[in-house]
């Protein structure tokens, strides 16, 4: 009995041991998966800073064939009961948006916009997305701004997502027929604007 009991503990040491190795084994295979996890995203953010600097400050493209613009419904910034849909636009050309409060070229471009929106929405709708912003944030700052014009939240970034929006802000301008016509990465101009409207009439 005493043979077998010796037996018995020299086994259960052995599986200990050899859990031990695997579970080590385990661990550095985890640590491993993660940093190459980090690096990709590191790579991912690296990409998306290059696209940026490579665009600078307002860089805009004119794809051709005009895209059809991806439909969205959203709720209204301050108003959660109430939702704002591309579609109640049908017919009309709009800008499209995508700005943050915590993004500083976009405190620098919105009260701009606001006046140019203020200066020309019988020709005109514009539709502002607070992308991945906190609702009280979102609302001091567009009050801020003199904005005038419709806001809607898009808090997980699906609709910004649905544009190929990398960075902020980042402006659509869809004609009567919401296509595509002109699109403006990083900060609005007056040239980009005008330039924008020409092209949407």
């Known amino acids: 009995l005493g043979q077998v009991n010796h037996v018995d503990r020299s086994e259960v040491k052995t599986v200990r041991v050899r859990l031990g190795l695997r579970l080590g084994e385990a661990l550095r295979g985890e640590r491993r998966r993660r940093k ?9 953010v690296v990409a998306v800073i290059a696209v940026v600097s490579a665009f600078g400050g307002s860089t805009s493209h004119a794809p051709s064939p005009a895209p059809a613009a991806k439909s969205f419904t959203l709720h209204v910034l301050g108003h959660s009961g109430s939702t704002l849909s591309l579609s109640q636009y049908t017919g009309r050309p709009v800008m499209v948006n995508f700005f943050a409060s915590w993004c500083t070229p976009c ?27 906190s609702t009280t944030a979102a609302q001091r700052f567009v009050t801020r701004s003199g904005v005038r014009y419709p806001v809607v939240t898009d808090p997980m970034g699906a609709a910004a997502t649905s544009y190929g929006v990398v960075g902020l802000p980042q402006t659509f301008f869809l004609n009567a027929q919401h296509r595509v016509v002109k699109w403006v990465f990083g900060s609005l101009t007056t040239a980009d604007l005008n330039t924008g409207l020409a092209r949407m009439s």
Not at 36 to 44: E, K, T, V
């Open 36 to 44: 190459a996890g980090i690096g990709a995203l590191c790579l991912a």
């Open 107 to 133: 405190q620098q471009e919105t009260p701009l916009l606001a006046r140019f929106y203020a200066g020309h929405h019988a020709k005109v709708a514009v539709i502002g997305v607070d992308v991945n912003d």
